[in-house]
């Protein structure tokens, strides 16, 4: 609930309305109220849109503070900073305190048994697969992907990753 609370607070009070923020990530004000009250979850996509909207870095709406780096940050093993965003996956930011990043560096975990509703957003996306066996599917392909196995893709398509055989760990880029 802290990213939806975020992005109210920001809304208020930077006095934009509802309907000006729903429509700069092309949803209805009904839907947004359901992303802002917590009801749905957002898509990252819609995550970027809301943080460019608002002028603001999206770690100001993931994480709460400022990326402070401009030339460089060093995370060490373990540090990263946990997002919560979908049941059964956790997701640890590699990059949140880096300033104007284009690239979004996370470790994906995913529990298995998982069914993970696909989504889509803008960019490109790279996965590496680091433990485990993930199922990546893109459009209406499937790929199995082992430990070292890794996959570059259009995220505009429908996509999602799912653990086969117990729990998997990758390495995902976003750039939006």
């Excluded at 979004?104 to 298995?112: A, D, L, Q, S």
């Excluded at 259009?154 to 055989?165: F, K, T, Y």
Aim: glycine share 8%; net charge negative.
């Amino acid at each position: 609930m802290q990213i939806p609370d975020r992005l109210r607070e920001l809304r208020e009070v930077l006095g934009v309305s509802v309907e000006e923020l729903a429509e700069s990530v092309g949803v209805t004000p009904t839907e947004y109220e359901q992303f802002e009250s917590g009801e749905k979850d957002i898509p990252i996509s819609a995550l970027y849109k809301f943080a460019a909207k608002l002028q603001v870095d999206l770690s100001v709406l993931l994480f709460g503070d400022e990326p402070r780096m401009d030339t460089y940050t060093v995370m060490r093993s373990g540090e990263g900073v946990p997002i919560e965003r979908y049941e059964g996956y956790s997701f640890e930011n590699l990059a949140f305190n880096f300033k104007n990043r284009t690239m979004e560096p996370m470790i994906v975990t995913i529990e298995p048994d998982i069914s993970a509703a696909l989504v889509a957003h803008g960019g490109q996306e790279f996965n590496y697969v680091l433990d485990g066996t993930v199922k990546v599917v893109v459009g209406h392909k499937e790929h199995i992907l082992h430990a070292g196995d890794s996959i570059y893709f259009n995220p505009r398509l429908p996509h999602a990753q799912l653990a086969v055989d117990g729990p998997a760990r990758f390495l995902t880029v976003i750039q939006e």
